[in-house]
């Protein structure tokens, strides 16, 4: 095994484990009560949120317009894993199978994704307030996603629009990253204002999209882009699976240097990060998580943004408990949001990407305002 | 996933003897912007000994200490480090052996002075000097005098409070050469001491210090070498009683000035020369 930083043991997925490394490293006189501190909020955190996801996700199991008990959701999944219990009607057991928990497992992985890539592209910009929309891979996506439902294009069946929102959106990300390159740097500036571009860019593609499309296809691309779960499907999950996984996988693995990029790009260079590689690692992994949530939830905004800004406040900006605790918080937020749209105005239900933008940005505002009054600016 | 991630082994550093080269610049030219910033430097710093780099605004100060940061690309010439050039280590073996304190401190998420100190640390990860990381963070706050504000977030100190714990990381990241840009500029008059008595403690312990100053005195009675520079070059290098001569400094400062021997210590006072305290129109 090699000793170059990436080898360096990273923080495991759990927070709890990312935690208990912080243990072994007792710090100095001065600096204890504060880490301590952090460290147990970070670990009471990870908990919590673990233990509520577990609740929520058997709650949502049961809720909506064919309730379920929760007692009985249990039974059903014991029965299915061979381990007692037993299964239900016919009806129930299709409602469960078929329609609660392929929603359920996708906000699970929309949500996860969606928290996590906040937490990496905040970290790879060096700034609280960046969301993967910035670089232009919501956009992206959309755009494959509209012109895919426009030109009425089939040749994935089920899955073309998936298909198309992922290599729109990688596409646009490594255009984007391209664009911004020169002379082997990135500025953050540049890549930003690059970004600003392409959203215009993206935007004026979607409205063409519309223009050229009739009456049921603009209905269903508005539907698409105010973001839904309603269409979830076992083959939907598991579309989106490999890529969530994947980037969930690889993110942690870059926490410590996510770290010591909040220093700046040339000190970050001086500790011995390859920053340029760093950089294109970590677009990759958010190109992946968000095209992948997009691709079938649509436009989900401020779960990104909200759910890392939040993890920071409580438990400080370490990236070794925020990377993994934000996917844990995205998941939670999305389960929570989209039970919440189910079940809110039954029958009907709310699109899902209003209803989080409805609770979030508000919210949002007032984060703002607390954390500037706290921090004096954002320093 | 270890072995997809992991590249070629670490070539971590040698002790090397007082006296080794630790850095050198040779025929050194950088371009910036189009014009030569660095026009032919000769410079080498060794392990034991304190260089200062001195000079007008703008002579090219940073810029060579950015090029033997390896933060810049030489146009002609080169950087050694540690006997190799500077291109031949990769950024992890290159953060084992030298560390760099660049002229502002900034951090863009609210981490605690401790936590930044910490990440001095983060070249030895997966190393075995990875068990000295609590003693060096430790030694390096105490040199630093930031102890007692490391709980606090780095966001809510004050100026000279930051740019000692920016120090504090790079003393934490024990590097054997120091490259310091101005670690006396935010500083009070008893902390611009106490950063040089560090540059000189680390000397003794056999590390190479080179260090950014515009405080000629401060240069003069801390550095065993000053390197004056002006518009590009190194006008000047050798122990301050040598290099400091009124006419030289006068035409690279364009400023005429005294120089007096302190009558104590005998270290080598600069004083401009002024018209005196008759400030009449």
């Known amino acids: 095994m090699g000793l170059s930083p990436e080898s360096a043991p990273p923080a495991t997925t759990t927070a709890a484990t990312a935690v208990r490394r912080e243990d072994a490293a007792v710090s100095p006189a001065g600096a204890g009560p504060a880490r301590a501190g952090r460290r147990r909020t970070g670990v009471l955190l990870?908990?919590?949120?673990?233990?509520?996801?577990?609740?929520?996700?058997?709650?949502?199991?049961?809720?909506?317009?064919?309730?379920?008990?929760v007692g009985d959701v249990l039974g059903s999944l014991l029965h299915r894993a061979g381990l007692g219990g037993a299964a239900l009607d016919r009806v129930g057991e299709s409602v469960l199978w078929n329609v609660r928990l392929p929603r359920l497992a996708l906000a699970l992985l929309v949500g996860a994704s969606l928290g996590c890539a906040g937490a990496l592209m905040q970290g790879v910009f060096g700034n609280p307030l960046a969301e993967p929309g910035v670089i232009g891979v919501s956009s992206g996506a959309a755009v494959g996603a509209v012109a895919s439902i426009a030109l009425g294009l089939g040749f994935l069946g089920n899955w073309t629009v998936t298909a198309c929102a992922f290599a729109g959106g990688l596409v646009t990300v490594l255009l984007v990253y391209a664009l911004s390159r020169s002379g082997g740097r990135t500025e953050v500036v540049t890549l930003i204002l690059t970004g600003i571009a392409v959203n215009a860019f993206a935007g004026a593609l979607i409205g063409l999209c519309v223009f050229l499309a009739d009456n049921a296809?603009?209905?269903?691309?508005?539907?698409?882009?105010?973001?839904?779960?309603?269409q979830a499907t076992w083959p939907k999950v598991l579309a989106v699976l490999p890529c969530a996984l994947a980037g969930l996988a690889v993110a942690p693995w870059y926490a410590r240097k996510l770290d010591l990029l909040a220093l700046g790009e040339r000190p970050a260079r001086h500790l011995g990060v390859d920053v340029e590689r760093l950089r294109l690692v970590l677009v990759l992994v958010v190109a992946l998580l968000t095209a992948a949530a997009v691709a079938v939830a649509g436009i989900i905004t401020f779960v990104g943004l909200l759910v890392p800004h939040l993890l920071r406040m409580?438990?400080?900006?370490?990236h070794r408990f925020l990377v993994p605790g934000s996917a844990l918080g995205g998941a939670l937020v999305l389960v929570a949001a989209d039970l919440a749209a189910r079940t809110a105005a039954q029958p009907a239900e709310l699109p899902l990407g209003v209803l989080t933008?409805?609770?979030?940005?508000?919210?949002?505002?007032?984060l703002l305002r607390r954390t500037r009054r706290r921090q004096g600016g954002w320093a | 996933m270890r072995s997809f991630f992991a590249r070629r082994a670490r070539r971590l550093p040698s002790p090397?003897?007082?006296?080794?080269v630790r850095a050198e610049a040779r025929a050194l030219r950088v371009g910036l912007g189009g014009r030569n910033v660095l026009d032919g430097v000769d410079l080498s710093v060794a392990a034991g000994e304190v260089v200062a780099l001195v000079?007008?605004?703008?002579?090219?100060k940073s810029t060579l200490l950015a090029a033997l940061a390896r933060d810049l690309t030489a146009a002609s010439g080169e950087v050694r480090i540690d006997g190799a050039p500077a291109d031949a280590w990769s950024a992890g073996e290159l953060a084992l052996r030298r560390a760099v304190l660049p002229q502002s401190a900034e951090l863009s998420f609210p981490f605690t002075a401790g936590e930044v100190v910490r990440m001095g640390r983060a070249p030895w990860a997966g190393t075995a000097a990875e068990d000295e990381d609590d003693a060096a963070v430790e030694a390096a706050m105490a040199a630093t005098e930031v102890a007692g504000f490391a709980s606090r977030p780095f966001a809510a100190l004050s100026g000279g409070e930051r740019a000692r714990v920016a120090l504090a990381r790079v003393l934490a990241q024990r590097a054997p050469l120091l490259l310091l840009d101005e670690p006396t500029a935010a500083l009070d008059l008893r902390h611009q001491e106490l950063v040089l008595r560090v540059c000189r403690e680390r000397a003794a312990a056999g590390d190479a210090v080179v260090v950014v100053l515009h405080d000629l005195g401060l240069a003069g009675a801390y550095a065993d070498r000053v390197a004056v520079l002006h518009e590009g070059r190194v006008v000047a290098d050798g122990p301050p009683a040598e290099v400091y001569l009124p006419e030289l400094l006068g035409r690279v400062y364009g400023q005429p000035v005294d120089v007096f021997d302190h009558p104590h210590s005998g270290e080598p006072l600069v004083i401009p020369r002024r018209a005196g305290r008759d400030f009449a129109p």
Not at chain 1, 217 to 222: A, K, N, P, Y
Not at chain 1, 314 to 318: D, S, T
Not at chain 1, 357 to 363: H, Q, R, V, Y
């Open chain 1, 46 to 69: 990870a908990l919590g949120m673990a233990a509520a996801l577990g609740a929520l996700c058997l709650l949502s199991a049961g809720l909506g317009a064919y309730d379920i008990p």
């Open chain 1, 217 to 230: 296809q603009i209905t269903q691309i508005t539907f698409w882009q105010l973001g839904s779960l309603a």
């Open chain 1, 314 to 318: 409580a438990a400080g900006p370490g």
């Open chain 1, 357 to 366: 933008a409805l609770f979030g940005s508000p919210f949002f505002f007032w």
């Open chain 2, 16 to 20: 090397a003897p007082l006296g080794s």
């Open chain 2, 55 to 60: 000079g007008p605004n703008g002579a090219g």
